[in-house]
Structures are given as C-alpha cells and as structure tokens.
C-alpha cells in the first residue's frame, strides 16, 4: 500500500515537474501569443474600411496611368479616412461636391477629369495644385496641400481612401436624385 502511494507521489511529481517546466510553458506562452495574434486583425479592422470598402487585408490599387500599383493596408484606409473626415467632408460628404454638385468624387467622374484623377498620383496631384474639372485653370473651391502641411504618406492614404471608396462604398459620389 505504502508502495503503491510512493509511486503514485513519484508519477504525479514528475507529471508536474514535465508540465510546468520553463520549457513548456515557455511553448504554452508561444502557442497563445500566436493564437491571439492570427485571430486579432479581424477585430483591429475600422468598421467602415472592413463593412464598405471591403478591405481586410491589404490591396493593390492603381497609383498611375502606367499600371503601377502600391499595396495599402485596413490600417493605411482607416487613416486616409479619418484625414478625410478632418480636412475634405465639409465640402464632398459622401463623395460628392457641394461647391458644384455635377463633379463628384465618383469612379467615373475622377477617370473624366482633366488629367485623370482616378488613380492615386491623380488624386495627390489635384491636391497638392488643385485644377478645375477639365483642367484648364487652377480652382479656388479646394484648397492646396502642400508637403509642409501633409507630408506625401499620409496624402498617399487620403487619396487611398479616396479612390477605394469611389470603387467600393455604395453610393460614393452618386448624384442625389431629383
């Protein structure tokens, strides 16, 4: 009996001693961090970038007229969002254009402009020296924006927003109607 209970002490001692060894939970620790890790993203996504622009991982979008494109991430739309919200939604809520209601922020209306704005470097280059419609004089209705004032990555994810919202969100730079 007395032996039986030695035994059982030794099995449950080196039970313990092999389970709560540094080695192992140093690999429960590791196992954890990876399974947060993996399943975390999908709750960090902003709603409006995950539900509209349908983005949950990062894209390619179109940053000029030659084909190149550069891949942006949720996190790179979340925040061109939020500059758009901070510096452009007095004047295109929605996408549209309050100043003249027939230019909107739109995918067919930015590849119509004067140059075309329907890629990233389009969008940049009518910010950063804004351009009637049709490209023949400089426009007073949007303001410039300069590098001093919004440095080229964050001006980058703004004109991601942008068009990724021109292409996806429904609505986006639709005409209201009448």
Avoid at 2 to 26: G, M, T
Wanted: proline share 6%.
């Amino acid at each position: 009996m007395l032996n039986n209970r030695i035994k059982s002490f030794q099995f449950s001692h080196s039970f313990r001693y092999k389970f709560f060894s540094v080695r192992s939970l140093f690999a429960m620790l590791m196992a954890l961090c990876v399974v947060f890790m993996v399943s975390s993203p999908a709750y960090a996504i902003d709603d409006y970038v995950k539900r509209f622009l349908k983005v949950t991982e990062p894209i390619a979008l179109d940053v000029n007229e030659q084909g190149q494109t550069k891949e942006f991430t949720p996190d790179d739309l979340a925040e061109g969002k939020e500059l758009f919200k901070a510096h452009c939604i007095n004047c295109h809520v929605g996408g549209t254009t309050l100043q003249d209601p027939r230019v909107s922020l739109g995918l067919e209306t930015l590849a119509g402009a004067t140059p075309p704005r329907d890629n990233v470097d389009g969008i940049i280059s009518f910010l950063r020296e804004p351009m009637t419609y049709d490209g023949s004089a400089s426009s007073f209705w949007c303001r410039q924006v300069p590098d001093t004032w919004m440095p080229q990555e964050q001006i980058e994810k703004l004109a991601a927003f942008v068009l990724r919202a021109a292409q996806k969100a429904p609505g986006w730079g639709e005409k209201a109607s009448t």
